[in-house]
């Protein structure tokens, strides 16, 4: 199966249709496709498009990004729910995600992907190309250098579903994370499941657990803090020279965020940024103290990237 060998830089469209929809894709600028094998040897003569095959049944599902209704548990919290893939993609780096994001939610779903280093495929409808084209030709903006995750925390998985919704919450709470087999000595924090600071009879409350988390680690040591949102979600990478940045927007279906503060520890200077559905984006009162620094997004629309150089 060619997709499974590929090395996908960029999530790819998973395209179900024939031929015949070419100009569909010409129109949305999109230059390479993942087909089922039922459809690949229609496509074998279409040549201004990549053409690779996927078996779907052969890729872990995933659901579309974005804020759901959860009255029994918004209630509670008070906090809107987010459906995020991030923890799947992190707990199965090595896996390959078909995901299924009709109409705007391709444009989320290829950014979460692309974030979080997933070899992803989106499936979307007639109304999905478009943003999945926009977003695509984005992402292929950004340079291709060699950037890692940068994390406080090693969260050693067991597999289960329990230790999976933790993963979730730490994700939602901006706790950046790796998946370790064993405690990493270069990291500030070790959390598992079923440990004696995080035990197995408190798994049916993972927002307790978070908490836990965030106290253990301290927000002195925290690489990353958002604040004015409950619905963005921020990765940050580094090739040592510079960081990243990426911010998402789970809750872009309903409104953008306004006056988003962040704060990245690290001695950075002279951030910019670049957003996907704002052609200039200036980021706002710029601090910088001994530890970190600090700035404000005015308006996060879907997805935005800032750069950070020491």
Same mark, same amino acid.
């Given at each position: 199966m /060619?997709?499974?060998?590929?090395? *996908?830089?960029? #999530?790819?469209?998973?395209?179900?249709? $024939?031929p015949e929809t070419i100009n569909q894709l010409r129109q949305a600028r999109i230059t390479r496709i993942a087909v089922p094998p039922s459809l690949?040897?229609?496509w074998k003569n279409v040549s201004d498009i990549a053409i690779d095959t996927a078996d779907p049944s052969r890729l872990e599902k995933v659901e579309a990004p974005g804020v759901v209704l959860r009255p029994e548990i918004s209630s509670a919290t008070h906090a809107p729910w987010v459906n995020s893939n991030g923890w799947r993609f992190l707990r199965n780096a090595a896996g390959?995600?078909?995901?299924?994001? #009709? $109409?705007? @939610?391709?444009? !989320?779903? /290829?950014?979460?992907?692309? +974030?979080?280093?997933?070899? @992803?495929a989106i499936h979307t409808d007639d109304a999905g190309?478009?943003?999945? $084209?926009? +977003? !695509?030709?984005? !992402?292929?903006?950004?340079?291709?250098?060699?950037?890692? #995750?940068l994390v406080d925390i090693g969260f050693i998985d067991d597999g289960t579903p329990a230790s999976g919704e933790f993963m979730n919450l730490l994700i939602r709470r901006n706790l950046l994370f790796k998946v370790v087999k064993r405690p990493d000595p270069k990291l500030d924090l070790t959390v598992a499941l079923?440990?004696?600071?995080?035990?197995r009879s408190e798994a049916q409350n993972p927002s307790l657990l978070a908490e836990k988390v965030r106290s253990n *680690? /301290?927000?002195q040591k925290r690489l990353l803090r958002i604040y004015g949102s409950e619905v963005v979600i921020g990765r940050l990478v580094s090739d040592r020279r510079c960081a990243r940045l990426f911010l998402i927007n789970y809750g872009v279906a309903r409104s953008p965020v306004h006056g988003l503060r962040v704060r990245?520890?690290?001695k950075y200077a002279n951030p910019t940024a670049m957003q996907f559905d704002s052609a200039d984006t200036s980021l706002q009162d710029v601090s910088n103290d001994p530890s970190g620094?600090?700035?404000?997004? #005015?308006?996060l629309k879907t997805f935005a990237v800032i750069h950070l150089c020491h």
């Open positions: /060619t997709f499974l060998i590929s090395v *996908l830089l960029l #999530p790819c469209l998973f395209w179900d249709k $024939g690949a040897e229609s390959h995600f078909l995901c299924q994001a #009709p $109409g705007s @939610a391709a444009a !989320l779903a /290829t950014a979460e992907a692309f +974030m979080f280093g997933a070899s @992803a190309l478009e943003p999945f $084209g926009q +977003m !695509l030709s984005f !992402l292929g903006r950004l340079r291709n250098d060699d950037f890692s #995750p079923g440990s004696h600071d995080y035990p *680690l /301290t927000d990245v520890l690290g620094i600090e700035f404000t997004l #005015p308006e």
